[in-house]
């Protein structure tokens, strides 16, 4: 299949997932409606919905959205436009083991494989086990040719020629030991954060929140940290964070806020708590699902010092200077994950 059949289907499944993100009862029958049966991919999101108590429909459906806003005819020739890359395939074949802490999150992985003219051989997450399936078995309705650049793997990964493996600190040193002799990118634990200067609007600090709290705060992008000038109003913080208040609703959310509120009061810890979300000053750059660190800085030689020291460990920072509030779960295509350009990787096989 050559490159522009490629992208071809894949702007077609942006429009696809774009429609998938809104609840049926808020769609607009049309031409995509017409052709595909929907309601079954509807009917995995509820099995995938079950399985996994993270996984709610809304959050889903949100990941869909987001995909299918991402993937656009525009898009995918600004970011494919900076590879030299072959209408052919490849011939060359690699293997995807696929973390499962937010919907979908491998999407990415496997459409950078097939667009660099690549096979994909694909290990999914235990956690994320049916919808990249269902969607990509879209693709293979549009193109029967695309199930020859995908394959879903069940048992032992075998028969690839490079490994992208994403996964945590301690994962990521069985993947070292397995996959490190050969072409890999081995992915760790990253998370994201927040740098704020005073200045910014109630707007922002409400932008934020969708920051934090989006797929329960899950996601590497999600911003588990946040840096304020030593005088920032904390207050000023609750308020912007407010809207979100139903977030504890969620009996795993609630679950995690609740051991770890017992845990730091018995500690003795200081923390600040306002019913759905724990905080409490902290140096340390990851906090526990339900709870945001907050630390503050006296000058901007502390705060650039602080980031540096954690470079390795942030994907995002997000604030005035930085990737714009609320905007931290909707990456470009060219926002890769760990800043590994990922397409560049993929080319240097050929």
Known sequence: MLLKQRKSIFVQLGEVLKILGKHPEDR???????????????????????????????????????????ISEDSLEEWLGRYALSEKPTGKSVGLILAGNIPLVGFHDVMSVVLSGNKAKVKLSRDDARLLP????????????????????????????????????NTSRYFEHYFGKGPNIIRKNRTSIAVLTGEETEEDLELLGADIFTYFGLGCRNVTKVMMPADFDINRLFAGLF????????????????????????????????????????????????????????????????LTKHESGIQVVVGKNHFPFGEAQKPKLWDYADGVDTVSFLTSLS
């Open 28 to 70: 607009v029958e049309n031409a995509i409606t017409e052709r595909f049966d929907l309601k079954e991919i509807d009917a995995i999101i509820q099995i995938e919905v079950r399985h996994n108590g993270w996984f709610t429909e809304e959050n889903v459906r949100k990941a869909m959205a987001s995909l299918g806003a991402s």
């Open 134 to 169: 269902a969607v990509f078995g879209l693709a293979v309705q549009m193109d029967s040719g695309f199930k020859e650049l995908i394959e879903f793997v069940l048992g032992k990964l075998e028969g690839y020629d490079a490994i992208i493996a994403t996964g945590s600190n």
């Open 243 to 306: 809207p979100y208040k139903d977030i504890v609703n969620h009996n795993k959310y609630a679950n995690n806020y609740d051991y770890h509120k017992a845990l730091w009061l018995l500690n003795q810890d200081d923390l600040i708590e306002n019913g759905f979300i724990l905080v409490k000053e902290d140096e340390a750059l990851v906090s526990p699902v339900g709870s945001l660190y907050v630390q503050r800085y006296a000058s901007n030689a502390e705060l650039e010092a602080y």
